[in-house]
């Protein structure tokens, strides 16, 4: 069982960077999606990108959502127990609280994830 715990999120000025750290307790992602998902006050939570634990650190195989891509990037250290998501020119629709979560399946519908973090909450002004 993966217990997951969210970091890194805060107060940035629109334009500016954040990056979201995950770490994992008690296994490695090597064997699981990580994804990345975010939810704004009375909106649905919504997919941001995941990494697929099984592909080779150096270039892992990763999808994003198209309102992110290209500005966030998500990548693994070395031990696979933590992941990150680089946040770069963000935008004040990117405010949200941001969640990571593991699956065993490759896919961006939440309802596949069967451990979250408790969130960290991003909020970008304008």
């Known amino acids: 069982q993966v217990q997951l715990v969210e970091s890194g999120g805060g107060l940035v000025q629109a334009g500016g960077s954040l990056r979201l750290t995950c770490a994992a307790s008690?296994?490695?992602?090597?064997?699981?999606?990580v994804a990345w998902f975010r939810q704004a006050p009375g909106k649905e939570r919504e997919f941001v990108g995941r990494?697929?634990?099984?592909?080779?650190?150096?270039?892992?195989?990763?999808y994003y959502d198209t309102s992110v891509e290209g500005r966030f990037a998500i990548s693994t250290d070395f031990t696979k127990k933590t992941v990150y998501l680089q946040m770069r020119s963000l935008k004040p629709e990117d405010t949200a609280r941001y969640y990571c979560?593991?699956?065993?399946?490759?896919?961006?519908?939440?309802?596949?994830?069967?451990?979250w973090g408790q969130g960290t909450q991003v909020t970008v002004s304008s």
């Open positions: 990494l697929i634990g099984s592909t080779p650190l150096t270039n892992p195989l990763t």
């Open positions: 979560a593991v699956g065993n399946y490759n896919s961006e519908n939440a309802s596949m994830y069967k451990t």
């Open positions: 008690g296994r490695t992602f090597r064997d699981y999606v």
